[in-house]
């Protein structure tokens, strides 16, 4: 048995990988990408995401594609931004407080809440290590999030963080003050900063 031609192209153009809805859109059925998992020519990356069973898996990549809601966050955006060299052991997503992720979504990273109105702000798209675009937060706007997060962090990352931030010759410290006064962060920032510059 062979991956359909079709599936193959898109699977190739995407990245080595397939959700069930693309496969679906093209008129498969959900189950030959399962029979293709039982025959060993594509791997269930997560759950509606399958790969190429000799390729990589992007993890961020897949979990983003699980939600459109979800953009990456706290230490994850401080990977992906260059501003800290570990890569987090589970993902850390921020969505709009009037929406939920489901069961599984919420098993495998650690989820934040945001005002709707606040959950666009400072949203760019970052490469993963694998080459993958990603939507994460800004340098300026993770700053912001692990200073309103700090009691749910450890203080030593957001202490590196900030520093990191600090001197990076990317920062613009005039955003960074606009967003943390959205935030309502400028006090605590402040102090941070004076004792950290």
Known sequence: MEVNPIILKTIKNN??????????????????????????????GRRGVYILSDSL???MYTLMLRSEKI???????????GLSERTPFTHSVTIPSDRKLSNTLQDECVCYYIKPELHQVGVVTRKTTLGNEVRC?????????????????????????????AVSPEKNLNVLAVYASKFCVDKVLRRYMEVLL
Not at 15 to 40: C, D, H, P, W
Not at 137 to 161: G, H, P
């Open 15 to 44: 990245n080595n990988m397939i959700t069930t809805a693309q496969a679906v859109e093209l008129g498969f059925t959900r189950a030959l990408l399962s029979r293709y998992v039982k025959e060993g020519l594509l791997e269930r």
């Open 57 to 59: 898996h992007d993890d």
């Open 71 to 81: 953009i990456f966050s706290h230490d994850t955006a401080l990977f992906l931004n």
């Open 137 to 165: 937060y800004n340098a300026e706007r993770t700053i912001c999030d692990l200073v309103r997060s700090r009691n749910r962090l450890d203080e030593e990352t957001v202490i590196s963080a900030i520093k990191n931030y």
